[in-house]
């Protein structure tokens, strides 16, 4: 149950792929939100499929 709220491997990628990709935006505030949002909506994704998996 500890894991439900970090990211996977592949989400960990997705999220360095996407830091690459903000680095062009100029405002670092803007980045810096932009970044914790993505990695804010990945957990939010790991936590319904944990809640899915295991309400049986």
Known sequence: MNNYNKLTLEQEF??????????????????QHLLATLKQMMIKDNLIKFFIKNST
Do not use: G, M, P
């Not at 997705?14 to 980045?31: G, M």
């Open 14 to 31: 997705k999220l360095a792929l996407y830091k690459q990709k903000i680095q062009k935006l100029h405002s670092k505030n803007v980045r």
